[in-house]
């Protein structure tokens, strides 16, 4: 089965509206990663959060390790926020990240 | 800030043929990864290389290579690409194995 799952798959918000993105896994990790990724563009590291929270201006990240999940906190949404956002998880190793299939934002004016 | 550079952008082939895939990092990182994007938008991890070592291989068809000269640079190579090997494959890096993945552009493959 797929050791990491996101929801919602894809979401719609007007802009300024709060949302939140939740990442869920399987298996034991060694750390969280989110990504952000605009259509035709390149991934971009947004988080590398191995517990607890994070904060980078408008965006929260929050893993709890012991329930296995992740989320992801976009606080006043604009357009520019739109875009696929993608959780991965280290493995113990350390050596590989394993994505969910992300979810797909779009902000409307 | 580009620091993770992937040539080509784009690589149109057909059925049978060769292709090869460049990737650079400057960022002085010690590991680097090629991961695959299928029409569905999954990424998967296909290799590592730690120090020009292989240190992840997981289960890819044989025509898949990668290709080390230095800790700086990971190529991959496709002999006889198939249509299902259509896909965005993308490169990055960390400065060591559980560090911040830094990902480039990626290259997009279309087999006819």
């Known amino acids: 089965g797929q050791q990491v799952q996101q929801s919602p798959t894809s979401l719609v918000l007007q802009e300024g509206e709060n949302a939140e993105l939740q990442c869920n896994f399987s298996?034991?990790?060694?750390?969280m990663q989110w990504f952000y990724q605009r259509p035709g563009g390149s991934l971009i590291s947004v988080f590398y959060?191995?517990?607890g929270t994070k904060q980078s201006g408008r965006l929260t990240s929050t893993t709890v390790i012991k329930e296995r999940r992740s989320s992801l906190h976009i606080s006043s949404s604009q357009i520019t926020d739109s875009g696929t956002y993608l959780c991965?998880?280290?493995?113990?190793?350390?050596?590989?990240?394993?994505f969910g299939i992300g979810t797909r934002v779009l902000v409307r004016p | 800030e580009t620091a993770v550079f992937q040539t080509p952008n784009y690589h149109v082939t057909q059925v049978g043929n060769e292709v090869s895939f460049n990737c650079k990092q400057t960022?002085?990182?010690?590991?680097m990864y090629w991961y695959k994007q299928d029409s569905k938008k999954l990424l998967k991890i296909m290799f590592s290389?730690?120090?020009?070592?292989?240190?992840v291989n997981e289960t890819v068809p044989r025509r898949f290579s990668p290709q080390s000269s230095d800790k700086a640079h990971l190529n991959l190579r496709i002999k006889s690409v198939e249509p299902e090997d259509s896909a965005v494959y993308l490169c990055?890096?960390?400065?060591?194995?559980?560090?911040?993945?830094?990902f480039g552009p990626g290259t997009r493959l279309l087999v006819l």
């Open positions: 991965a998880l280290t493995n113990s190793a350390g050596n590989k990240l394993t």
């Open positions: 290389y730690n120090n020009k070592q292989l240190i």
């Open positions: 960022l002085g990182h010690d590991t």
């Open positions: 990055a890096s960390s400065l060591d194995r559980k560090d911040t993945q830094y």
């Open positions: 959060n191995p517990s």
């Open positions: 298996t034991s990790l060694n750390s």
